[in-house]
């Protein structure tokens, strides 16, 4: 019976989605009817709607097309400098992304060489042990942090939903950016919906490329089934460790 109650409302959204191009169609149909009447020019009955289904799908053909090719000039993992000896620990900024990397850490925190992470905001500060047990503490005392920066939309003109989404690692007391990681982003919004549509997946509201993988694929999806999940796993601890790790030392870094 929950389960039932849980497929209405995405059934419901699901139905809408598929709904709204047809609406579309025919209010473009209606218009290009009145339109027609007044000017003998009947060709605006197929006009109006074949503009109002053609012109959205080649937006988002021609977004994804360009998404598409600029994967492969995606810049690698760079590292313009690294610390001269390990830290203990280090904090861990997830204000920028909505997808808890906190909880992700979690999973690869003892593949890492470190003692510990700190992450939280405000008052609100925890430290969390390789050992897995954590505690609250006033401030972070972390040299270094790792930051999930927002999004930033790739501008051209007819606005593709693309972003730039990057995670850097950074010195604390000057905010010097030591070593970048970046993933190109595609979807979101009603972009995002259509995406999601096939599989009635919300993982798949976003797809990505570039730091997990040069494939495109979906852009840190929640579930655990999705072979991307582990992926940016992986992706994560190679990069925090080699961040954060002597080059001398990087050999086997990812792991203790």
């Given at each position: 019976m929950e389960e039932i109650l849980f497929l209405i409302p995405v059934i419901f959204i699901y139905g809408v989605l598929i709904c709204v191009p047809i609406l579309?169609?025919?209010?473009?149909?209606?218009?290009?009817?009145?339109?027609?009447?007044?000017?003998?020019?009947?060709?605006?009955?197929?006009?109006?709607?074949?503009?109002?289904?053609?012109?959205?799908?080649?937006?988002?053909?021609?977004?994804?097309?360009?998404?598409?090719?600029?994967?492969?000039?995606?810049?690698?993992?760079?590292?313009?400098?690294?610390?001269?000896?390990?830290?203990?620990?280090?904090?861990?900024?997830?204000?920028?992304?909505?997808?808890?990397?906190?909880?992700?850490?979690?999973?690869?925190?003892?593949?890492?060489?470190?003692?510990?992470?700190?992450?939280?905001?405000?008052?609100?500060?925890?430290?969390?042990?390789?050992?897995?047990?954590?505690?609250?503490?006033?401030?972070?005392t972390s040299q270094y942090a790792v930051v999930f920066l927002r999004p930033n939309r790739v501008r051209y003109w007819w606005q593709p939903p693309m972003y730039f989404s990057e995670m850097v690692v950074i010195e604390r007391n000057s905010n010097k950016i030591l070593s970048k990681a970046s993933d190109l982003v595609f979807g979101g919004g009603i972009i995002g919906m259509y995406l999601s549509l096939p599989k009635m997946n919300n993982d798949y509201k976003y797809l990505s490329c570039g730091f997990a993988s040069r494939e495109v694929g979906t852009w840190r999806p929640k579930s655990s089934s999705d072979p991307r999940f582990n992926q940016y796993l992986e992706a994560d601890a190679k990069f925090i460790s080699d961040a954060l790790t002597p080059v001398a030392q990087q050999s086997g870094s990812a792991t203790k």
């Amino acid at each position: 019976m929950e389960e039932i109650l849980f497929l209405i409302p995405v059934i419901f959204i699901y139905g809408v989605l598929i709904c709204v191009p047809i609406l579309f169609a025919y209010i473009a149909f209606k218009i290009g009817q009145r339109v027609a009447n007044k000017t003998g020019i009947f060709v605006f009955l197929w006009v109006a709607p074949a503009i109002a289904l053609v012109v959205p799908a080649a937006w988002a053909f021609a977004s994804y097309n360009v998404f598409h090719d600029l994967c492969a000039d995606v810049p690698p993992p760079s590292f313009q400098s690294v610390p001269m000896s390990r830290p203990s620990g280090f904090f861990l900024d997830e204000t920028g992304v909505g997808q808890y990397p906190y909880l992700r850490l979690s999973f690869i925190f003892n593949r890492l060489p470190f003692e510990f992470y700190e992450y939280g905001t405000g008052q609100f500060i925890s430290r969390r042990y390789s050992n897995g047990k954590s505690q609250g503490i006033s401030q972070a005392t972390s040299q270094y942090a790792v930051v999930f920066l927002r999004p930033n939309r790739v501008r051209y003109w007819w606005q593709p939903p693309m972003y730039f989404s990057e995670m850097v690692v950074i010195e604390r007391n000057s905010n010097k950016i030591l070593s970048k990681a970046s993933d190109l982003v595609f979807g979101g919004g009603i972009i995002g919906m259509y995406l999601s549509l096939p599989k009635m997946n919300n993982d798949y509201k976003y797809l990505s490329c570039g730091f997990a993988s040069r494939e495109v694929g979906t852009w840190r999806p929640k579930s655990s089934s999705d072979p991307r999940f582990n992926q940016y796993l992986e992706a994560d601890a190679k990069f925090i460790s080699d961040a954060l790790t002597p080059v001398a030392q990087q050999s086997g870094s990812a792991t203790k």
